[in-house]
């Protein structure tokens, strides 16, 4: 089992649609999770970086961990074609971050 | 948010050749710096890890002689893929941490390599 797992997708959707993004993981020394945009041959973009379990909303983000089962999600509210990317989760504990393989998502205007 | 910058965003080599990346924190002191490594479609992954004055810390798999990575301020950090080959061609992004092991990374724009 990997460390980390994401649906890489595509995941295609209308705009205006809520989006839901998530990770799974499995060492539970990971404390600090966060998500990542990333253009086409660009670098990562931090967009959302949580320490608790719960919920921190962002603009039309919010990031949500739930440390007893292992699990992470991005929702984007009101989606735009702005928002096609691929995003990336990432975790760590006392080490480098570990990624998630990234879910790509087009939104259709 | 912090800025990272990496240079050359792209760069074409004859294999056989060097190449040099620079990343630089430009508004605050980078006291770790990690390269990653990308190809198509596929997450990063982590090919080293540096610290300002110190010898780098490469992840299993990675030559250290092929990817040199000299880490010699807190603001720049450089990775020098050595005697390049078609195979070396990749996305290489890099990115920089500054204090506690809670704070984020930032990144920089990446540098696509083609080695022909």
């Known amino acids: 089992q990997k460390e980390v797992e994401q649906d890489p997708g595509p995941l295609s959707v209308p705009e205006g649609a809520i989006v839901s993004l998530n990770c799974t993981y499995s060492n539970s020394a990971f404390q600090y999770f966060m998500w990542y945009r990333q253009y086409s041959r660009k670098g990562p973009e931090l967009l959302m970086y949580t320490y608790s379990s719960g919920n921190k909303e962002d603009g039309r983000f919010t990031a949500q961990v739930d440390k007893s089962s292992k699990y992470i999600s991005l929702f984007i509210r009101d989606s735009q074609p702005s928002d096609s990317a691929t995003y990336l989760c990432?975790?760590?504990?006392?080490?480098?971050?570990?990624f998630g393989k990234g879910t790509r998502l087009s939104v259709i205007a | 948010g912090a800025v990272v910058s990496q240079h050359p965003s792209w760069v074409i080599c004859k294999s056989g050749t060097s190449v040099k990346i620079e990343c630089r924190s430009l508004?605050?002191?980078?006291?770790?710096m990690f390269w990653y490594r990308q190809f198509p479609k596929q997450s990063l992954m982590l090919m080293a890890t540096?610290?300002?004055?110190?010898?780098?810390?490469?992840e299993q798999g990675v030559e250290k002689d092929k990817f040199l990575i000299n880490h010699a301020s807190l603001t720049l950090s450089t990775l020098t893929v050595t005697s390049a080959h078609p195979e070396d061609s990749s996305f290489y992004i890099c990115s920089a941490t500054y204090g506690a092991v809670n704070t984020e990374a930032f990144f920089g724009q990446g540098t696509r390599l083609t080695v022909v």
């Open positions: 540096s610290n300002e004055g110190s010898k780098a810390t490469y």
């Open positions: 508004d605050f002191q980078a006291t770790t």
């Open positions: 990432a975790m760590k504990g006392n080490t480098p971050l570990v």
